[in-house]
């Protein structure tokens, strides 16, 4: 396995200026990670983004360093057929930004919340041909397309199991995210062990969980589904048996990418140090 890092995990340093998009390559460098993980490229036109995928190529070849995947948002299940064919052309277009960065795997959302109730099986339904044809389109450009258990809606281990199976295309797998799971209430141990052999990417993502019934200071933390609360921490110092978890990888044969992910209140750069330590411990 190779040790990575989100870029989304820099968003504190980001924010304040000390980094952006391109420095955060020799910053991922200079604290030991492998390869580096970008999440949706800004820009107010198309050339412009272009233009950036090629610096952070650039950049990346440079310093040394492999950039492991290009991860976006996204939303499937549209009120018309109109608006799907647009999204999927959107998505598209991210592939095509995928390909300028020269990563060989694509990640997108294909649903944050639902609106009305109806059932999942036909949430799946209705998104899997439009998935079919990213999985298609990933396919001629030489990039494999992924969905994450991510997003409220999909977090689950049988959901994302469900519309694996229901997309059913050899260019479509799933990201792993060992600690979301827990935004889900779920035992997120079981749920790497039920879905480790179909992943072609991984996350790690740790939290705090505190009970709902818990006096504990809640302060920067999130609800799960079920009411309960997490807070973001450094990779190993959590709920998220991330050792555990690693094994479970490690025993089906695993040997991608894995990018930390780091969404806590803390400052980021010493939380990811933390992170990587505990993983070169495991």
Do not use: W
Not at 173 to 199: E, H, K, P, W
């Amino acid at each position: 396995m190779k040790i990575g890092v989100s870029s989304y995990s820099y968003n504190q340093y980001i924010k304040a200026g000390k980094l952006d998009n391109i420095s955060v390559i020799k910053k991922a460098v200079d604290m030991g990670f492998e390869a580096i993980e970008y999440i949706g490229l800004p820009g107010e036109t198309t050339e412009e983004r272009h233009t950036l995928a090629l610096q952070i190529k650039e950049e990346a070849a440079n310093c040394g360093i492999e950039l492991s995947a290009y991860v976006v948002g996204g939303c499937l299940y549209c009120d018309t057929p109109e608006a799907q064919a647009a999204e999927v052309a959107r998505l598209k277009g991210e592939l095509d930004i995928a390909s300028l960065l020269g990563v060989k795997l694509f990640r997108y959302d294909v649903l944050g919340r639902l609106t009305a109730c109806v059932s999942i099986e036909s949430v799946v339904a209705n998104m899997a041909p439009a998935m079919k044809e990213l999985a298609d389109y990933g396919q001629s450009l030489g990039i494999m397309t992924m969905i994450e258990n991510h997003g409220h809606v999909f977090q689950d281990y049988d959901r994302i199991e469900m519309l694996y199976h229901a997309v059913n295309h050899e260019n479509f797998t799933l990201l792993l995210d060992i600690g979301n799971f827990l935004c889900a209430d779920q035992d997120n141990v079981f749920a790497v062990s039920r879905l480790a052999r179909l992943a072609s990417h991984v996350h790690l993502k740790d939290f705090v969980k505190i009970d709902y019934y818990s006096d504990e200071d809640k302060t920067h933390c999130f609800n799960t589904r079920a009411g309960n609360f997490l807070r973001g921490t450094a990779v190993g110092y959590g709920a998220a048996k991330t050792a555990q978890c690693l094994t479970i990888l490690k025993n089906v044969g695993y040997d991608g990418y894995v990018d930390i992910e780091f969404e806590g209140p803390e400052d980021c750069v010493a939380e990811l140090e933390k992170g990587l330590a505990f993983y070169k411990s495991c």
